[in-house]
């Protein structure tokens, strides 16, 4: 069964444009959640989405936003890039939500210029 | 300000010895914990996880302890090898969704 799958693998901005991230969860996974990974500050969890409805949303400005589609496939988008946006953003699917294992993707590098 | 990056604990051991890396979990309302071993440029990747009902749970060459007692998660690595060169993560889930709250993370070094 192939894994949770992200794209594009790298991207480069410069600030104040948008970018859009993709996620393909495993298949027949319903839950997907976002994460951003910094040096500075870790893995901190962004939202969490589950039958296209955004079912947790963590302490991020309103810049950052996301959507699930129907297939599960989840997009993640963050409006007028900040330099301090800079980090690898991962996404991780599960079946449920609550106690279920969840799997990450390789994540999405992004540098903001 | 200029942002500064999170000091990791490194731990550092032998081939062929047992590692064991710790964390103390923040939330006492937590009821499922993971732990998760993160090369460098990859994902983290799923190692083992454990419910707040159980004390124990052991995988292939993994053992993961849980004293909600005092918040502390332990990971146990059996015969520990090059390929377990890594930083590994605990992390909890408050309940009720998929939120995964990590830890700052521990550097594991092999040596040979």
């Known amino acids: 069964k192939a894994g949770v799958t992200q794209t594009p693998r790298y991207l480069i901005k410069t600030r104040g444009q948008q970018v859009t991230l993709s996620c393909s969860p495993i298949?027949?996974?319903?839950?997907v959640s976002w994460y951003q990974q910094t040096p500075g500050q870790g893995l901190q969890f962004l939202f969490e989405?589950?039958?296209?409805?955004?079912?947790n949303k963590g302490n991020f400005p309103g810049r950052f936003s996301g959507r699930q589609f129907s297939n599960s496939r989840s997009e993640m988008n963050v409006s007028t890039l900040e330099l301090g946006d800079s980090a690898l953003y991962l996404c991780?699917?599960?079946?449920?939500?609550?106690?279920?294992?969840?799997?990450f993707g390789p994540g999405t590098r992004l540098t903001v210029t | 300000g200029e942002s500064v990056g999170l000091h990791l604990p490194t731990l550092s051991v032998q081939e062929g010895d047992n590692s064991i890396i710790n964390c103390a979990y923040s939330n006492s309302a937590s009821d499922y914990f993971i732990w998760y071993k993160q090369e460098s440029g990859k994902g983290p990747q799923f190692i083992i996880d454990?419910?707040?009902?159980?004390d124990k749970r052991q995988g292939q060459r993994v053992t993961v302890l849980l004293n909600k007692t005092v918040k502390h998660l332990s990971l146990q690595i059996a015969a520990t090898q090059p390929g377990d060169s890594a930083v590994y993560f605990c992390?909890?889930?408050?309940?009720?969704?998929?939120?995964?709250?990590f830890g700052t993370g521990t550097q594991l070094k092999v040596e040979l």
């Open positions: 989405y589950f039958s296209e409805t955004q079912r």
């Open positions: 454990i419910r707040s009902n159980m």
């Open positions: 991780a699917s599960s079946t449920q939500r609550g106690s279920y294992e969840q799997y």
């Open positions: 298949s027949g996974h319903r839950s």
């Open positions: 992390a909890e889930n408050e309940g009720g969704g998929n939120k995964l709250t």
